[in-house]
């Protein structure tokens, strides 16, 4: 009996001690400096867009908790990324309330194995860099006949070395940005068939890194950085939402841009490596963020790290998710679009250069900025916004 105690005394230590160094490994890897940062008490800038509900639900708010009580079935949800990270668990929360989601992934078979079980789930080949990938697909849709209630984009790939589209166009942009466009404009009238539909584009607040390089989209010139490219391309995100809501709400559209929240155990960091590492590197990248799930890696790291400021704290998956299914259902945003949510609620507008972890910038909400993106997106995509039907 004593030796079978300790055996198990010292497998529990050793199952403790690789979870402890898998939780340093894991903590290493994100070099984050938040949880030392000061208390922010700085400035917030008033705006009348930028005004906060409030909202009954918070920076912890899960998915799940938003759709309690929310009957959902008749709707027809469509979102990018909805197969891995954040996107799944919006997934698994709008489809418990009954709606048909329609998940869009350019790995059809890894989005069935991570789909399978959840119903209504239709599963469709997009990938975003390639144009006639896009058209297909919504051609598809449009010639069902059916309304599009809500289309989330989510799919994103982040902190990528430099390359380029074989249109010679930044990766990170054209996937983020200009493949989203192109989507929306062209799941338009099925948009307007809904009489009363929500687009929700996935931003960040990694759009604090810096605003689009109008002059320079494509790092032509521009020393190039994985970090100031993804920060453009969700800075885009949100420009294209204010130009989005502004020329679509007479057609009883409304957009929003949505920040998940800091969210370690995402898939995001693998997808970024598709294409540009070996598939050995993509899949434990993976593995690394399903394990840091299985393991509740985000909870224990929060209880350590125990950050000042509340938009420092780390979010699951789960709640991370919590914005994206809000922003796509939620009563309390009826009659609002054009802005900027964080933790369940409208974000409030903080000053350029601002160390403020939560808000959102100046720059990515200017109206005449994004009208110039807009027009670069027609340019870029040959996409343009048709007439609205008599």
Excluded at 7 to 27: D, K, N, P, S, T
Excluded at 102 to 119: K, P, S, T, W, Y
Excluded at 198 to 203: A, F, K, P
Excluded at 359 to 383: F, Q
Aim: some cysteine.
């Amino acid at each position: 009996m004593m030796t079978f105690l300790k055996i198990a005394a010292m497998l529990c230590l050793l199952l403790a001690f690789l979870y402890g160094g898998f939780v340093a490994h894991f903590q290493y890897s994100l070099h984050d400096p938040s949880a030392s940062a000061p208390l922010y008490d700085g400035p917030v800038i008033p705006d009348d867009r930028q005004k906060p509900l409030p909202s009954r639900f918070g920076h912890e708010t899960a998915a799940a908790e938003i759709v309690e009580g929310l009957d959902l079935r008749g709707k027809t949800i469509v979102i990018t990324g909805g197969h891995s990270g954040t996107g799944l668990e919006a997934v698994k929360a709008l489809t418990s309330a009954g709606a048909t989601v329609i998940a869009l992934a350019r790995d059809v078979e890894r989005a069935r194995e991570n789909l399978r079980g959840i119903a209504p789930v239709e599963i469709e080949a997009v990938d975003l860099l390639q144009p006639e990938s896009i058209d297909a697909f919504a051609e598809k849709f449009l010639a069902s006949n059916r309304p599009l209630h809500v289309l989330i984009n989510s799919a994103a790939i982040m902190g990528t070395p430099l390359e380029r589209d074989r249109r010679g166009y930044e990766r990170q942009f054209a996937t983020n940005a200009l493949g989203h466009f192109a989507l929306t404009i062209r799941l338009l009238p099925a948009l307007e068939r809904a009489n009363g539909a929500r687009i929700v584009n996935l931003s960040s607040r990694g759009h604090r890194a810096g605003g689009a390089l109008f002059d320079d989209i494509h790092f032509e010139h521009t020393e190039y950085s994985g970090m100031r490219a993804y920060a453009q391309s969700k800075t885009a995100l949100a420009l294209l939402t204010v130009k989005l809501d502004a020329l679509l709400q007479e057609r009883n559209i409304r957009a929003y841009a949505a920040h998940p929240g800091p969210v370690p155990s995402t898939d995001l960091f693998a997808a970024g490596r598709v294409g540009s590492d070996s598939p050995h590197a993509v899949r434990l990248a993976r593995l690394h963020a399903r394990l840091a799930r299985a393991l509740h890696v985000t909870e224990v790291l929060n209880f350590f790290r125990r950050p000042k400021n509340v938009g420092d704290l780390y979010k699951t998956a789960q709640q991370g998710a919590a914005t994206t299914v809000w922003a796509a259902v939620s009563k309390d945003l009826e009659g609002i679009g054009g802005v900027y949510l964080e933790d369940c609620d409208i974000a409030v507008l903080v000053p350029d250069g601002s160390p403020a972890p939560f808000g959102v910038r100046p720059w990515a909400l200017d109206k005449e900025a994004a009208e110039r993106l807009w027009r670069l997106c027609e340019e870029m995509t040959g996409i343009r916004l048709a007439a609205r039907a008599p």
